[in-house]
């Protein structure tokens, strides 16, 4: 009885190859991971899966981050939609994520700068890895040794005198960069790059060997906040801190820039807020306009830096009116949720992720000066509803003043095996 008990277990080892690359398309991310773990078939099945470039489900984004627990060689994901949270290691020799600085994501991949404040890109899942040109092959940037051997920058400009700054302090002048899809594309991806020090625009496709400056005019030369990429028109849609729109069309030859929205009248604060622009599933452009402020919090022996906190307070969305030409004040997002952050900005169907809250914003902290120079403080990170203008912690995370809430700082990305 007992042998015939055992002989009807099925063993799960001898699943047909074909069967097993067909049950790892319906998998979502974590199990997908796991499954290459269970035995040797299936890793076998996993890498034909892998080298097929199949798709698997839409996948919700995902916080990751570094902390204590995982070590410095690895990452964690967080998944809002789900309350799952699982570790990656990072398999890019030389690259770890507590020596990186995220500047941007999309299609699965991460833009972060180095110790040395060259940009890389990096999928954490896969640990494919493409380097962007040097950060000296911009046109104002040059390298040097300083008397005790340290590798500085000299930043050069017709409209500054020139300055330096030690290797990996420079990083400080990336402010985010955006992609046109994933760089497994190759050439076809094109990396925008918003920096300093004057708020210039750059580009680069993945394999060229310099980084080219957007010529300054006064559509591109002061201060970008944020940029979009739609595929319909294969046009790059950015967004400055007042409110102005250009259109950016690296096709051709030479860059062409127009300019499809002025200046928005109905705030002045521009100080206090940062403007991202989302492209929505039916069809719209929006602005979202995230505001914050510095408040004090009681000095803990825990923090390095100053005791002050940089919190957000509000957040306004408007409807881009091209032919009008005039930002519309939008109330909610409905049975969406928004996505903000270094990331480039995403606006999802609750439906797809049904974990997720409906006219909610998820958000990371992004202040590209206070992260940078606060590294020890906390994030500014968390669910806010638009209808109640209020921030509310992500479940089942660390509490806020954990490590994984300071450096590097923690970027939505959302997975991907391609």
């Known amino acids: 009885m007992e042998s015939g008990v055992q002989s009807n277990i099925s063993d799960w080892t001898r699943l047909p190859e074909d069967l097993l690359v067909a049950v790892f398309g319906e998998l979502e991310i974590p199990d997908l991971l796991r499954s290459a773990a269970v035995c040797t078939s299936w890793r076998s099945a996993y890498r034909i899966f892998r080298r097929l470039r199949l798709p698997s489900p839409k996948h919700s984004p995902c916080l990751l981050y570094s902390s204590e627990a995982c070590g410095p060689d690895a990452a964690m994901l967080y998944c809002p939609s789900t309350g799952a949270t699982f570790h990656i290691p990072m398999r890019e020799p030389g690259l770890r994520l507590r020596s990186l600085s995220p500047i941007g994501s999309g299609h699965g991949w991460l833009v972060v700068a180095d110790e040395i404040s060259n940009l890389h890109l990096i999928n954490p899942l896969t640990g494919c890895h493409a380097a962007l040109p040097p950060i000296t092959t911009f046109p104002s940037v040059e390298g040097s040794l300083d008397d005790q051997g340290n590798l500085i920058y000299t930043f050069s400009g017709k409209s500054h005198e020139p300055y330096r700054l030690p290797a990996v302090e420079s990083r400080d002048m990336y402010e985010r960069a955006v992609l046109s899809c994933s760089p497994s594309a190759g050439s076809a991806c094109i990396v925008l790059l918003m920096h300093e020090p004057f708020g210039e625009l750059s580009f680069a496709r993945v394999g060229d060997q310099r980084w080219t400056q957007i010529p300054a005019d006064d559509s591109t030369g002061i201060q970008p906040s944020d940029a979009v990429y739609s595929t319909a028109d294969g046009l790059f849609y950015v967004v400055r801190s007042d409110g102005s729109m250009h259109t950016l069309d690296l096709n051709g030859p030479n860059p062409v820039t127009t300019t499809i929205m002025p200046e928005a009248a109905m705030n002045s604060e ?146 991907s095996l391609l």
């Open 270 to 415: 521009w100080a206090d807020k940062y403007v991202y622009v989302v492209q929505t599933p039916w069809g719209d452009l929006l602005q979202a306009w995230r505001f914050r402020d510095y408040s004090e919090h009681a000095d803990d022996s825990n923090y390095i830096d100053p005791p002050v906190e940089l919190n957000m307070t509000e957040l306004q969305l408007y409807k881009v009116d091209v032919h009008g030409q005039m930002l519309v004040k939008v109330d909610s997002v409905g049975d969406h949720a928004l996505f903000l952050g270094y990331n480039s900005s995403m606006c999802l169907p609750i439906n797809d992720f049904p974990g997720l809250k409906p006219d909610c914003a998820y958000v990371t902290d992004d202040s590209y000066d206070y992260v940078n120079l606060c590294k020890f403080f906390k994030r500014d990170i968390g669910m806010w509803s638009i209808a109640k203008q209020t921030m509310h912690s992500l479940a089942s995370t660390s509490p806020p003043r954990d490590p994984w809430l300071n450096w590097p700082a923690p970027i939505w990305i959302v997975p």
